[in-house]
Nanobody, 119 residues
Framework: VQLVESGGGLVQPGGSLRLSCSAS????????MTWYRQAPGKEREFVAL????????SYSDSVKGRFTISRDNAKNTVYLQMNSLKPEDTAVYYC?????????????WGQGTQVTVSS
C-alpha cells in the first residue's frame, strides 16, 4: 500500500493550493480518508476527513469554510482544496487511509507534503 501526497508549496497569504493524495494497493472506496497537518514544534492535528462510499465530510474549526475535501474513487485520489490561506496554515500535510473491520483497524499514512504560507 502506498499513499503519495503532492501539491504543496509556497503561497502568499490569501492564496490557494490543492493537495492530492494518490493511493495504490488498496480498495480505495472502502477507506475513510483524512488530512492531518503538523507545524514545527506542534502535534499533528486533524484537518478534514471524508467517508468512503457516501462522501460525508467533516472539518476542523480552524479550516471550516476555507478548505474543501473531496475524493475521486475512480482515480484512487483524495483532494484538499485550500483557499484563503493564512500563515498559521503552514505545516506538513499528511493523508491517512483508515478501514475499520471489526475487530481490526487498518491505517496507512503518506509521507507528507510541505505547505508554506508566507509573503
Amino acid at each position: 500500500v502506498q499513499l503519495v501526497e503532492s501539491g504543496g508549496g509556497l503561497v502568499q497569504p490569501g492564496g490557494s493550493l490543492r493537495l492530492s493524495c494518490s493511493a495504490s494497493g488498496l480498495t480505495f472506496s472502502n477507506y475513510r480518508m483524512t488530512w492531518y497537518r503538523q507545524a514545527p514544534g506542534k502535534e499533528r492535528e486533524f484537518v478534514a476527513l471524508i467517508s468512503g462510499l457516501n462522501d460525508i465530510a467533516s472539518y476542523s474549526d480552524s479550516v471550516k469554510g476555507r478548505f474543501t475535501i473531496s475524493r475521486d474513487n475512480a482515480k484512487n485520489t483524495v483532494y484538499l482544496q485550500m483557499n484563503s490561506l493564512k500563515p498559521e496554515d503552514t505545516a506538513v500535510y499528511y493523508c491517512k487511509a483508515e478501514l475499520t473491520s471489526f475487530p481490526s483497524l487498518v491505517v496507512y499514512w503518506g509521507q507528507g507534503t510541505q505547505v508554506t504560507v508566507s509573503s
